[in-house]
Nanobody, 127 residues
Framework: GQLVESGGGLVQTGGSLRLSCTAS????????RGWFRQAPGKEREFVAG????????YYADSVRGRFTISRDNAKNTVYLQMNSLKPEATAVYYC?????????????????????WGQGTQVTVSS
């Protein structure tokens, strides 16, 4: 299975971007999908995650209310709509996927639970 991301770019403070991540592969249909990000000099951190069947989603405190994660299972695609962007959102955003379905926040937030990762897409928010 492979994850292919798109949608990153440069945006001004207060602007919006939508990231997409499509899982490709004949039988690759991940159960749990997530977005993580890594800013220069910082560790990778959880942004948002969503389960498949229950549609349960969780967000990092820093993005809750401004970012929305959603998924289109028919297209094997997960989206991250990012509104009211701030300069501190500047980072490389990574799509992640797991064949297992997780329901708890503690599980969905853990990078170690995901065994597939995208190549990353740069998001830059100018002040």
């Amino acid at each position: 299975g492979q994850l292919v991301e798109s949608g990153g770019g440069l945006v001004q403070t207060g602007g919006s971007l939508r990231l997409s991540c499509t899982a490709s592969g004949r039988t690759f249909s991940p159960a749990t999908r997530g977005w993580f990000r890594q800013a220069p000099g910082k560790e990778r951190e959880f942004v948002a995650g969503i389960s498949r069947s229950a549609g349960i989603s969780y967000y990092a405190d820093s993005v809750r209310g401004r970012f929305t994660i959603s998924r289109d299972n028919a297209k094997n695609t997960v989206y991250l709509q990012m509104n009211s962007l701030k300069p501190e959102a500047t980072a490389v955003y990574y799509c992640a996927a797991s064949g297992r379905e997780f329901y708890s926040a503690s599980s969905i937030r853990r990078a170690q639970q995901y065994n597939y990762w995208g190549q990353g897409t740069q998001v830059t928010v100018s002040s």
